[in-house]
């Protein structure tokens, strides 16, 4: 079953790597990417996720947090990006996390937009600060 499942192309194998120490460069470009798209209504852009943890094993899909001026500048933000050819996925987990793509499977961006103090927002920079503070931890 799980051979049929594979070869009609419903799943895909997720890649994942050693850490690569170029991930930081290639969010710094990303962040100068979305910072010119999203010109004028960004607060900050973040790095989150594995590929933002030095030594960490990652999917290499650059993940980025965009924290918008306030929250109504969100339908904005979605509408510059789906301009810019980011695919939208919305608001998946009805956590004020707006989610957009680029590339295929385990590769390309994962950029979430969303307001100021958003919870889930505030747990991923924690989460990320602990794991970059403790490499014990990220390794294990």
Known sequence: MTGDLMRTGKYRAIVVLDYDPAWPTEFEEVKVKLGGL??????????????????????????????LKSEEL????????KLAG?????????????????????????????????PTHQKRLFFRDYLQGHPEDAAA
């Open 86 to 118: 980011y695919t939208y996925h919305g608001n998946k987990y009805n956590d004020g996390m707006w989610a957009f793509t680029t590339g295929r499977g385990s590769f390309g961006e994962r950029v979430y937009l969303c307001a100021p103090g958003t």
């Open 38 to 67: 999203l010109d004028g209504i960004v607060a900050d852009i973040v790095h989150i996720g594995s590929t933002s943890v030095p030594g960490m094993c990652a999917k290499p899909k650059i993940d980025v947090d965009v924290v």
């Open 74 to 81: 969100i339908p904005q933000g979605i509408e510059r990006l």
